[in-house]
């Protein structure tokens, strides 16, 4: 009987999930790991192998772990789940002429909800990943906030997390360094692993070439959308493009067009097969709607609550105030931002704390 409780790990074969097994198997808790199978990278079309998480050498690396420290693992096939969730709601959103952020999408309604069905099944108390972000109770509430490795931080990804699975969710990386798991991993024996390189692309994205993805996905995509108008701010068409899905808000390498001067994608409309190019000062906005609000350190956010607002992942965060209308919320920036890119996630913080996010709908 363990001193601490039972933990089901979510373990990838990476040196952070592998890290955050054996701190918790050391420290007492009966844990059980588990490797989720999210994709085939064969369905994707993309040119590379696989890498990342979801390939048979990452699924022994994280078994071997286990077996090596005597505690069970397991492999869970979710990617039905995650198919029909997670990657048909990213080509849908791009068909709409948005920005998607699987990531977030795939841990708030695939990964947690996988995670916490099955520990219910094994009789688990926690369920644990390698995240770098903490959690702690306060006032009654699960409040989420950031590592102590600020350049390694995941807490914008995890804003959608609900009470129920923070109340459950043990992240033993978010009080230490990069470096020192990387050296917790190799004073553990596994030296390879603590020189291991991260990755950065989306899991069903093997080359990193989401348009690609977008046309193995629906193979008419390109004759149907090929050849739609740039224009400018004011309707004046100025060349053609090779479709809108294939442009992000921000863009500006890539557009095949020249013009005489920086330009950049400032807005997409899907209806018209339209992509409206713009100067710099075109791509700054003094405020934003954010729709599909989860909210973690307070119930309810009041009106003009301060708060420091990031709208994407790498953002530092700009000072804004927050005005909830019903299932809308308004945020006003302090001074303007650029590049608001409907479909990203906007998470708000006060200080280190996450207040809660949404998805980013339109500026203001």
Not at 320 to 328: A, R
Not at 329 to 356: K, N, R, T, W
Request: proline share 4%; glycine share 10%.
């Amino acid at each position: 009987m363990s001193r601490n409780g039972k933990v089901l790990v979510a373990m990838s074969g990476g040196i952070d999930s592998t890290v955050t097994a054996l701190m918790l198997h050391h420290q007492g808790y009966e844990v059980v790991g588990i490797t989720m199978k999210t994709w085939d990278y064969a369905s994707a079309g993309g040119g590379k192998k696989e890498t990342g998480c979801c390939n048979l050498d990452s699924f022994n690396d994280a078994r071997q772990a286990a077996v090596e420290h005597g505690f069970p693992h397991y492999v869970l096939d979710i990617r039905e789940e995650f198919g029909d969730f997670v990657v048909n709601n990213f080509v849908d959103e791009y068909m709409a002429g948005r920005t998607p952020n699987p990531c977030v999408l795939c841990n708030t309604h695939i990964k947690w909800a996988a995670l916490l069905k099955r520990a219910d099944a094994l009789n688990c108390d926690f369920i644990a990943t390698g995240h770098y972000v903490k959690v702690r109770e306060e006032n009654s509430r699960f409040v989420l906030s950031k590592a102590k490795d600020l350049t390694k931080d995941q807490s914008y990804v995890l804003w959608g997390l609900g009470q129920d699975c923070l109340s459950r969710s043990l992240y033993p990386l978010g009080d230490y360094l990069k470096t020192e798991v990387r050296q917790m991993a190799f004073d553990m024996g596994y030296k390879e692993l603590s020189k291991k390189a991260e990755s950065y692309e989306i899991c069903f994205v093997p080359d990193n070439d989401y348009r690609n993805f977008l046309k193995h996905r629906i193979p008419t995509l390109e004759a149907e959308v090929e050849g739609g108008n740039y224009v400018l701010a004011d309707g004046s068409v100025v060349g053609k493009h090779r479709g809108y899905p294939f442009y992000t808000i921000g863009q500006r390498k890539g557009l095949d067009i020249a013009l005489g001067k920086p330009v950049f994608v400032t807005k997409i409309i899907p209806e018209t097969n339209t992509v409206v190019l713009g100067e710099a000062d075109e791509l700054q906005q003094s405020g934003m709607m954010v729709s599909g609000l989860n909210l973690i350190k307070y119930a309810e956010i009041p009106t003009g609550m301060e708060a420091t607002t990031k709208i994407r992942y790498k953002d530092p965060g700009t000072e804004s105030k927050l005005y909830p209308e019903g299932d809308i919320l308004h945020v006003h920036f302090d001074h303007v931002v650029s590049s608001i890119a409907p479909g990203q996630s906007a998470v708000f913080y006060e200080g280190d704390d996450v207040i809660g996010g949404g998805i980013i709908r339109s500026g203001l």
